[in-house]
T-cell receptor
Framework: QKEVEQNSGPLSVPEGAIASLNCTYS??????FFWYRQYSGKSPELIMS????GDKEDGRFTAQLNKASQYVSLLIRDSQPSDSATYLC????????????FGQGTRLTINP | DAMVIQNPRYQVTQFGKPVTLSCSQT?????MYWYQQKSSQAPKLLFH???????NEADTPDNFQSRRPNTSFCFLDIRSPGLGDAAMYLC???????????FGSGTRLTVV
Protein backbone atom coordinates (compact mmCIF):
# COMPACT_ATOMS: atom_id res chain seq x y z
CA GLN A 1 0.00 0.00 0.00
CA LYS A 2 1.35 3.39 -0.98
CA GLU A 3 1.66 5.95 1.80
CA VAL A 4 -0.28 8.54 -0.20
CA GLU A 5 -2.61 7.55 -3.02
CA GLN A 6 -4.26 9.68 -5.65
CA ASN A 7 -6.16 8.89 -8.80
CA SER A 8 -3.67 9.80 -11.53
CA GLY A 9 -6.44 10.91 -13.89
CA PRO A 10 -6.56 12.61 -16.24
CA LEU A 11 -9.59 14.41 -14.83
CA SER A 12 -11.41 16.59 -17.32
CA VAL A 13 -13.79 19.31 -16.09
CA PRO A 14 -15.65 21.99 -18.07
CA GLU A 15 -14.79 25.62 -17.41
CA GLY A 16 -16.86 27.08 -14.59
CA ALA A 17 -17.61 23.70 -12.99
CA ILE A 18 -16.31 22.29 -9.69
CA ALA A 19 -13.22 20.09 -9.84
CA SER A 20 -12.92 17.51 -7.07
CA LEU A 21 -9.58 15.90 -6.29
CA ASN A 22 -9.13 13.11 -3.77
CA CYS A 23 -6.31 11.64 -1.73
CA THR A 24 -5.99 8.87 0.85
CA TYR A 25 -3.10 8.24 3.21
CA SER A 26 -1.99 5.25 5.26
CA UNK A 27 -0.28 6.68 8.39
CA UNK A 28 -2.88 7.53 11.03
CA UNK A 29 -0.30 9.59 12.90
CA UNK A 30 -0.04 12.18 10.13
CA UNK A 31 -0.96 15.67 11.30
CA UNK A 32 -0.39 18.02 8.36
CA PHE A 33 -1.79 17.82 4.86
CA PHE A 34 -0.98 19.89 1.82
CA TRP A 35 -2.07 20.40 -1.75
CA TYR A 36 0.48 21.51 -4.32
CA ARG A 37 -0.14 22.56 -7.90
CA GLN A 38 2.49 21.65 -10.49
CA TYR A 39 2.46 22.97 -14.03
CA SER A 40 4.25 20.88 -16.65
CA GLY A 41 8.02 21.28 -16.36
CA LYS A 42 7.73 23.49 -13.26
CA SER A 43 8.22 22.91 -9.55
CA PRO A 44 5.33 22.35 -7.12
CA GLU A 45 3.58 25.40 -5.66
CA LEU A 46 1.77 25.23 -2.31
CA ILE A 47 -1.90 26.18 -2.63
CA MET A 48 -3.58 24.80 0.50
CA SER A 49 -2.70 23.34 3.88
CA UNK A 50 -5.06 21.74 6.41
CA UNK A 51 -4.50 20.30 9.87
CA UNK A 52 -7.94 19.83 11.45
CA UNK A 53 -10.95 17.79 10.45
CA GLY A 54 -13.46 19.69 8.37
CA ASP A 55 -13.25 22.25 5.60
CA LYS A 56 -10.83 25.09 4.97
CA GLU A 57 -11.62 27.64 2.29
CA ASP A 58 -9.28 30.02 0.46
CA GLY A 59 -10.81 31.84 -2.48
CA ARG A 60 -11.94 29.29 -5.05
CA PHE A 61 -10.18 26.45 -3.23
CA THR A 62 -11.58 24.31 -0.40
CA ALA A 63 -9.59 21.60 1.33
CA GLN A 64 -11.45 18.90 3.25
CA LEU A 65 -9.94 16.57 5.84
CA ASN A 66 -11.41 13.45 7.43
CA LYS A 67 -8.83 11.84 9.69
CA ALA A 68 -11.08 8.94 10.67
CA SER A 69 -11.34 7.93 7.02
CA GLN A 70 -7.74 9.03 6.26
CA TYR A 71 -9.02 11.11 3.41
CA VAL A 72 -8.15 14.55 2.07
CA SER A 73 -9.80 16.33 -0.81
CA LEU A 74 -9.48 19.56 -2.76
CA LEU A 75 -12.39 21.32 -4.43
CA ILE A 76 -11.83 23.99 -7.04
CA ARG A 77 -14.89 26.12 -7.72
CA ASP A 78 -15.48 28.07 -10.93
CA SER A 79 -12.66 26.16 -12.64
CA GLN A 80 -10.54 28.15 -15.08
CA PRO A 81 -8.29 26.92 -17.91
CA SER A 82 -5.35 28.24 -15.86
CA ASP A 83 -6.20 25.61 -13.22
CA SER A 84 -5.11 22.90 -15.66
CA ALA A 85 -2.13 21.28 -13.93
CA THR A 86 -1.12 18.28 -11.86
CA TYR A 87 -2.25 18.47 -8.24
CA LEU A 88 -0.06 16.75 -5.68
CA CYS A 89 -1.33 15.69 -2.28
CA UNK A 90 1.35 15.68 0.43
CA UNK A 91 1.20 14.28 3.94
CA UNK A 92 3.75 14.70 6.68
CA UNK A 93 5.51 11.76 8.28
CA UNK A 94 4.91 12.24 11.99
CA UNK A 95 8.30 10.97 13.11
CA UNK A 96 11.15 13.40 13.62
CA UNK A 97 11.60 16.51 11.50
CA UNK A 98 8.86 17.28 9.07
CA UNK A 99 9.12 15.09 5.98
CA UNK A 100 6.43 15.22 3.35
CA UNK A 101 5.37 12.17 1.37
CA PHE A 102 3.77 13.01 -1.95
CA GLY A 103 1.16 11.23 -3.97
CA GLN A 104 1.83 10.80 -7.69
CA GLY A 105 -0.59 13.58 -8.50
CA THR A 106 -3.85 13.97 -10.38
CA ARG A 107 -3.65 15.60 -13.78
CA LEU A 108 -6.52 18.06 -14.16
CA THR A 109 -7.63 19.57 -17.47
CA ILE A 110 -10.19 22.39 -17.59
CA ASN A 111 -11.96 22.53 -20.95
CA PRO A 112 -13.05 25.99 -22.19
CA ASP B 1 12.03 38.61 -2.28
CA ALA B 2 12.82 35.70 0.00
CA MET B 3 13.14 32.59 -2.07
CA VAL B 4 14.77 29.28 -2.94
CA ILE B 5 17.09 29.37 -5.95
CA GLN B 6 18.34 26.37 -7.85
CA ASN B 7 21.13 26.40 -10.39
CA PRO B 8 21.31 25.50 -13.14
CA ARG B 9 17.73 25.13 -14.46
CA TYR B 10 18.92 22.59 -17.02
CA GLN B 11 21.99 20.38 -16.72
CA VAL B 12 23.30 17.93 -19.29
CA THR B 13 25.98 15.53 -18.11
CA GLN B 14 27.74 12.54 -19.54
CA PHE B 15 27.16 9.03 -18.31
CA GLY B 16 29.47 8.47 -15.34
CA LYS B 17 30.70 12.07 -15.10
CA PRO B 18 30.23 13.62 -11.64
CA VAL B 19 27.75 16.47 -11.46
CA THR B 20 26.77 18.93 -8.75
CA LEU B 21 23.46 20.74 -8.42
CA SER B 22 23.13 23.74 -6.14
CA CYS B 23 20.42 25.30 -4.04
CA SER B 24 20.39 28.49 -2.02
CA GLN B 25 17.75 30.09 0.18
CA THR B 26 17.12 33.50 1.68
CA UNK B 27 14.33 32.29 3.98
CA UNK B 28 16.70 31.27 6.79
CA UNK B 29 14.84 27.98 7.15
CA UNK B 30 16.36 25.26 9.30
CA UNK B 31 15.44 22.37 7.04
CA MET B 32 16.51 21.79 3.45
CA TYR B 33 15.43 18.85 1.30
CA TRP B 34 16.37 17.23 -1.98
CA TYR B 35 13.69 15.42 -3.95
CA GLN B 36 13.95 13.51 -7.21
CA GLN B 37 10.96 13.59 -9.54
CA LYS B 38 10.73 11.47 -12.67
CA SER B 39 8.12 12.04 -15.33
CA SER B 40 4.54 11.46 -14.10
CA GLN B 41 5.80 10.25 -10.72
CA ALA B 42 5.61 11.56 -7.19
CA PRO B 43 8.57 13.55 -5.88
CA LYS B 44 10.78 11.13 -3.96
CA LEU B 45 12.75 12.33 -0.94
CA LEU B 46 16.48 11.63 -1.23
CA PHE B 47 17.69 13.30 1.97
CA HIS B 48 17.30 16.34 4.17
CA UNK B 49 19.29 18.50 6.53
CA UNK B 50 17.95 19.76 9.83
CA UNK B 51 20.48 22.51 10.45
CA UNK B 52 23.75 20.60 10.04
CA UNK B 53 22.26 17.18 10.78
CA UNK B 54 22.18 15.07 7.63
CA UNK B 55 19.36 12.52 7.21
CA ASN B 56 19.53 10.01 4.42
CA GLU B 57 16.49 8.05 3.23
CA ALA B 58 17.05 4.29 3.48
CA ASP B 59 16.52 3.72 -0.23
CA THR B 60 18.66 6.61 -1.52
CA PRO B 61 21.49 5.15 -3.62
CA ASP B 62 25.08 5.71 -2.44
CA ASN B 63 25.66 7.45 -5.76
CA PHE B 64 23.87 10.49 -4.32
CA GLN B 65 25.58 12.68 -1.75
CA SER B 66 24.83 16.06 -0.26
CA ARG B 67 26.63 18.93 1.42
CA ARG B 68 25.33 21.87 3.42
CA PRO B 69 28.25 24.21 4.16
CA ASN B 70 26.04 26.86 5.78
CA THR B 71 22.37 27.70 6.41
CA SER B 72 21.89 29.23 2.98
CA PHE B 73 23.42 26.66 0.64
CA CYS B 74 22.91 22.98 -0.06
CA PHE B 75 24.44 20.86 -2.82
CA LEU B 76 23.48 17.57 -4.44
CA ASP B 77 26.38 15.55 -5.80
CA ILE B 78 25.82 12.64 -8.16
CA ARG B 79 29.08 10.75 -8.28
CA SER B 80 28.50 8.60 -11.36
CA PRO B 81 25.26 9.51 -13.11
CA GLY B 82 23.45 6.75 -14.92
CA LEU B 83 20.71 7.03 -17.50
CA GLY B 84 18.19 6.21 -14.78
CA ASP B 85 19.19 9.34 -12.86
CA ALA B 86 17.70 11.64 -15.47
CA ALA B 87 14.97 13.52 -13.63
CA MET B 88 13.89 16.84 -12.17
CA TYR B 89 15.73 17.52 -8.92
CA LEU B 90 13.82 19.68 -6.50
CA CYS B 91 15.27 21.57 -3.56
CA UNK B 92 12.86 22.66 -0.84
CA UNK B 93 13.06 24.40 2.50
CA UNK B 94 10.82 24.40 5.53
CA UNK B 95 10.58 26.23 8.82
CA UNK B 96 9.49 22.91 10.31
CA UNK B 97 6.40 22.08 12.30
CA UNK B 98 3.15 22.41 10.37
CA UNK B 99 4.56 24.58 7.62
CA UNK B 100 4.67 23.36 4.06
CA UNK B 101 7.70 23.45 1.85
CA UNK B 102 8.93 26.23 -0.36
CA PHE B 103 10.36 24.73 -3.53
CA GLY B 104 13.01 26.07 -5.83
CA SER B 105 12.41 26.08 -9.56
CA GLY B 106 14.10 22.69 -9.97
CA THR B 107 16.99 21.43 -12.08
CA ARG B 108 16.21 19.20 -15.04
CA LEU B 109 19.07 16.71 -15.38
CA THR B 110 19.72 14.92 -18.65
CA VAL B 111 22.30 12.12 -18.83
CA VAL B 112 23.77 11.37 -22.26
Amino acid sequence: QKEVEQNSGPLSVPEGAIASLNCTYSDRGSQSFFWYRQYSGKSPELIMSIYSNGDKEDGRFTAQLNKASQYVSLLIRDSQPSDSATYLCAVNRPQGAQKLVFGQGTRLTINP
Amino acid sequence: DAMVIQNPRYQVTQFGKPVTLSCSQTLNHNVMYWYQQKSSQAPKLLFHYYDKDFNNEADTPDNFQSRRPNTSFCFLDIRSPGLGDAAMYLCATSAGGHYGYTFGSGTRLTVV
